[in-house]
């Protein structure tokens, strides 16, 4: 039974020569790959004639999960080498692990990732005993710069450790079972014919342990092929190839692979370990040069020469890509570093790199991008938004004017909102309305189709078959995302409405409801409820009017915003205006939505009343309880209201009582002059210690009435004294502030009782 396993390390240019050789060798009957096995029947489009770098993405979604990955080839993948050296070969090429969207792959977006990775103690163990930096530098020394007689021993020799004798994971386990049984029914079916199996290092050991189990338990023609899953009744999916790059291939970028600087180990690819470090020199010094660095003959000479006597020293038979790195750095960057160079360990870069080091890794990283074949399947969606583009004649590079107030208009805007919130990149919206409250009426938008376009496009394709459904899904999934965070949910709200999404699904709606009608903050959710309450009201740019959706959040949140004012406690705190304009919100809720939406008038009333009474509440919301009270009651003004003023009325804590009622019941009090006059006389009866306490909350209680109604108030004034003079000039009086008069009569009141106190003054005579 010839088969072949080779571990390999996903990408690494040493492991796809070892594959590309021994297929040519042996010429299999099949090449079984460590790939999705649901994409066996379209293997064909991989070898279509891309440009590579490709991947294959794959996505899911249901009802409790959504997934999506990514299986990348480049030109020097081990995969990539299975797949058209086998081809080649006259071999059955089979992927032969479990579909991307299975639960073995729960929170892996990289199929490739390197499993041995996460044995962090075997990998640390080997890192000292051949004293390199980490395991990058480590597979560079044993493999893709050493000499290449006795590789395939030293990669058994190599995973056999890493693996060692510790289980896998739950995960690790359930995919090599599933690949070690398509690797029996390849042997039975293979007769006496070679089978070639290319998979992960850390899973060779594994498998061909199974494979030695099940051929000792039973005959290879009993073999049969494996199922292949199926997705759960109700799940939404595929798989579809798309363009990738290797900024995206690159592990100083974030991607999970093991290998860094795709552009260096595709130079080592083509042209090998002398070759891929000069061109590494070259790239730099032509990056930094376009950068305006300089770059002398002399700094790479001294370049290439640390890098040279680096390599002697650490054992190299050729510059390995740390080696030059590290002559690079040496030469080229003058100062002190405030971080290690990232070479020397894994991860991303790290913010306050040097920029030469910065330049340094974006010049190994490389700027290919890969081009699907013509005659690739797309994803429906792809073909909806190439179509809804060019009838609206947005499928160009172009800087576009929008009239929203213009049905064409209104049209292009939502078709490019909708494009923006699938994540589309070079669509750019410059200006335009930002909350439902704005009175912007155009929209300006820059149009620069690239490269990315269409990798984005099919991406997206995961949520739906065209731009509607598409968008409709990404919006439900921020709405669940947002939890209580109403100003997430807030923005999800109006990018519905900027997406002409007027309307989403029963669950959807139901996670929003429970959303707002969890919602722990008064401050947002009044905010939520004023923008969302405007767009029901009168929107006629979104055709949001009267919609059912906003309707049901309008509901849940004047709900919610009652039960929390009563609830809330804190003695004499300072005016909120976020409380304050929650209890603003609700009136209007109430006063414009209430019969349509079926909101209890009356319980909002007890509620208030309730508030407004409660010492434990904060001054300002007893202020605003009040006015609400008052705003609520058909008769815009009562002898009730003259007594509740009087008995709210607490000197210390008036300004920011006054703030919440002025906020919430401001017409009321404007157009009630028995009200304003009760005000001034118990302003006027203020003791200055008071006054000057309480004049910061008050001047920004009075902030709650516009200019005209400031003026207004104080022409009532002055004409319960019988002063003449309008009340624009009493706003405007000469001299110093209220807030220098106040000290002042403090001040004076002071001196009086020191006065009295010494006997110097008697009655009123010094």
């Known amino acids: 039974m010839p088969v072949t396993f080779i571990g390999v390390r996903h990408h690494s240019p040493a492991c796809a020569r070892l594959v590309a050789d021994t297929i040519g060798r042996l010429r299999p009957a099949y090449v079984l790959i460590e790939g999705p096995a649901d994409v066996n029947g379209r293997i064909g489009e991989l070898l279509l004639g891309h440009q590579l770098p490709v991947a294959v993405f794959s996505s899911y979604r249901d009802d409790t999960r959504r997934h999506a990955s990514w299986a990348p080839f480049c030109e020097y993948s081990p995969e990539w080498a299975a797949l058209t050296h086998g081809r080649a070969a006259g071999a059955a090429l089979r992927f032969i692990d479990l579909p991307a969207w299975h639960p073995a792959f729960e929170g892996r977006s990289n199929r490739y990732a390197d499993a041995e990775l996460r044995y962090a103690d075997v990998m640390e163990r080997l890192c000292r005993a051949f004293e390199v930096d980490n395991v990058d530098a480590l597979w560079d020394h044993l493999f893709e710069i050493a000499p290449t007689e006795g590789l395939a021993e030293r990669l058994e020799t190599y995973f056999d450790l890493v693996r060692g004798e510790s289980a896998a994971g739950d995960s690790d386990t359930a995919r090599e079972s599933y690949m070690a049984s398509w690797v029996a029914a390849a042997a039975a079916a293979a007769g006496d014919r070679h089978v070639v199996v290319v998979t992960g290092g850390f899973h060779r050991p594994a498998l061909v342990r199974a ?39 690159d592990s100083f970028d974030g991607y999970q692979s093991g290998m ?13 370990p002398d070759g891929a470090a000069r061109h590494l020199v070259e790239a ?24 040279e006597g680096l390599a002697t020293v650490r054992g190299h038979h050729r510059p390995g890509r740390t080696d030059v790195l590290d002559g690079l750095a040496s030469a080229l960057v003058k100062e002190a570093l405030d ?43 792809v073909h909806d938004l190439d179509a809804e583009l060019e009838r609206a004649g947005l499928d160009g590079a172009a800087e576009v004017e929008l009239d929203l107030t213009l049905a064409t208009g209104r049209e292009r805007s939502r ?35 690239g490269p990315g376009r269409l990798t984005a496009v099919i991406e997206a394709g995961a949520y739906g078959a065209t731009l509607a459904d598409a968008c409709a899904a990404v919006l439900a999934e921020r709405a669940a995302q947002a939890g209580r965070d109403v100003d997430a949910l807030a923005l999800v709200l109006f990018d519905a409405a900027l997406s002409g999404t007027a309307d989403v699904s029963a669950r959807t709606l139901a996670d929003i409801e429970a959303a707002v009608g969890a919602a722990p903050d008064l401050g947002p959710l009044g905010r939520m409820l004023a923008v969302v309450l405007t767009m029901w009201r009168h929107d006629g740019l979104f055709g949001t009017a009267r919609g059912a959706t906003l309707g049901t959040v309008i509901a849940a949140a004047v709900r919610r915003v009652l039960w929390l004012a009563e609830g809330v406690r ?33 319980a909002a009333i007890e509620v208030a009343a309730r508030v407004c009474t409660d010492r434990e509440a904060p001054p300002d919301l007893r202020g ?11 008769d815009p003004y009562t002898v009730e209201s003259l007594r509740g003023v009087r008995g709210a009325f607490v000197p210390r804590s008036a300004g920011d009582w006054l703030a919440g009622l002025f906020a919430v019941a401001r017409e009321e009090v404007l157009h ?54 309008s009340g624009r000039a009493l706003l405007r009086t000469a001299g110093p502030g209220p807030s220098v008069v106040a000290a002042g009569m403090v001040l004076d009141s002071r001196v009086d009782t020191v006065l009295r106190r010494e006997a110097l003054i008697i009655g009123d005579v010094p």
């Open 624 to 634: 605003a309880a009040f006015g609400l009270r008052w705003a609520l009651h058909d």
């Open 570 to 602: 804190g003695g004499d705190a300072p005016a909120d205006p976020g409380r304050i304009g929650a209890l603003a919100a609700c009136r209007d809720g109430l006063r414009h939505a209430g019969r349509a939406l079926g909101l209890d008038r009356d």
């Open 415 to 449: 078709l490019l909102h909708r494009v923006r919130l699938l994540g589309v990149p070079g669509f750019e919206r410059d200006s335009g309305p930002t909350t439902g409250l704005d009175p912007v009426l155009r929209e300006r938008w820059t149009l620069r189709p």
């Open 339 to 381: 971080v290690p160079l990232p070479w020397a360990r894994r991860g991303t870069l790290e913010a306050g790199s040097h920029p030469v080091v910065v330049e340094m890794v974006a010049a190994l990283s490389g700027t290919r991008v890969g081009r699907l074949h013509p005659e690739t399947p797309a994803p429906p969606l």
């Open 284 to 307: 730099v010094a032509e990056r930094l040069r376009r950068k305006r660095q300089p770059v002398s003959t002399a700094d790479l000479i001294a370049a290439r020469a640390t890098a």
């Open 672 to 725: 009630s002059p028995d009200v304003i006059g009760l005000l001034d006389e118990l302003l006027s009866g203020m003791s200055p210690d008071d006054f000057l306490v309480s004049l910061p909350a008050l001047r920004q209680a009075f902030e709650y009435f516009p200019p005209r109604e400031r003026e207004t108030i104080a022409g009532q004034i002055l004409a319960r004294r019988g002063l003449a003079g």
């Open 211 to 249: 494979l030695a189990a099940s051929e000792a338990a039973r005959p290879r023609s009993g073999a049969s092929w494996p199922h292949i899953p199926e997705m759960p009744d109700g799940a939404v999916g595929g798989s579809f190839l798309v363009p990738y790059s290797f900024r995206r291939l």
């Open 260 to 272: 860094p600087s795709p552009g260096y180990y595709q130079e080592l690819w083509e042209s090998g």
